[in-house]
T-cell receptor, first 109, second 116 residues
Framework: GQNIDQPTEMTATEGAIVQINCTYQ??????LFWYQQHAGEAPTFLSY??LDGLEEKGRFSSFLSRSKGYSYLLLKELQMKDSASYLC??????????WGAGTKLIIKP | GAVVSQHPSWVICKSGTSVKIECRSL??????MFWYRQFPKQSLMLMAT?????????EQGVEKDKFLINHASLTLSTLTVTSAHPEDSSFYIC????????????FGPGTRLTVL
């Protein structure tokens, strides 16, 4: 079956760095997405990786290793507004998104 | 950028009534729209995939007679929750994709449904 695993919850300190891991097993692979979702709101797109390596976008970076079925989202210089759930999703061979359960990130002052 | 709207943003209804939720792509044509449901503290659950001009494909366990989906045009898809019950209370989110080969989905803001 298809499976996306990510930690349920993480806590970090304002100004610090946090890495959220995601491992996956899917039928085919057409890219991995990271989304941010604040409570009561729809997800917003953060990053897309389809090739191995690191994609950097401001304070956020995303890494992919297809051979290991592994990705991480790296958040630097954490701000209180970064408190949210972070969803990892993989697009399978049918171009359907398979979603992880999300990682709730709590930022403390 | 690609913008997807949903209407209404929130709705409260009595048990047994039907509720229609609209999903519109405002600045692009969406060949495919997706309907998700999300319960508190849970991830998105895909309910159905809707292609313009054809019948929606429902995920296992989703009742197609209860959740009616119509994708009448390249910019509009509707989800009707028929004979709503309190257990249907949830956050319903649509997303739109330009074409099969385009990987990114653009999400609407979601609709909060509360059934009394």
């Amino acid at each position: 079956g298809q499976n996306i695993d990510q930690p349920t919850e993480m806590t970090a300190t304002e100004g610090a760095i946090v890495q959220i891991n995601c491992t996956y097993q899917t039928s085919g692979f057409n890219g991995l997405f990271w989304y941010q979702q604040h409570a009561g709101e729809a997800p917003t797109f953060l990053s897309y990786n389809v090739l191995d390596g690191l994609e950097e976008k401001g304070r956020f970076s995303s890494f992919l290793s297809r051979s290991k079925g592994y990705s991480y989202l790296l958040l630097k210089e954490l701000q209180m507004k970064d408190s949210a759930s972070y969803l990892c999703a993989v697009m399978d061979s049918n171009y359907q998104l398979i979603w992880g359960a999300g990682t709730k990130l709590i930022i403390k002052p | 950028g690609a913008v997807v709207s949903q209407h209404p943003s929130w709705v409260i209804c009595k048990s047994g009534t039907s509720v229609k939720i609209e999903c519109r792509s405002l600045d692009f044509q969406a060949t495919t729209m997706f309907w998700y449901r999300q319960f508190p503290k849970q991830s998105l659950m895909l309910m159905a995939t809707s292609n313009e001009g054809s019948k929606a494909t429902y995920e296992q366990g989703v009742e197609k007679d209860k959740f009616l989906i119509n994708h009448a045009s390249l910019t509009l898809s509707t989800l009707t929750v028929t004979s709503a019950h309190p257990e249907d209370s949830s956050f319903y989110i649509c997303s739109a994709r330009v074409s099969r080969g385009m990987n990114e989905q653009f999400f609407g803001p979601g609709t909060r449904l509360t059934v009394l």
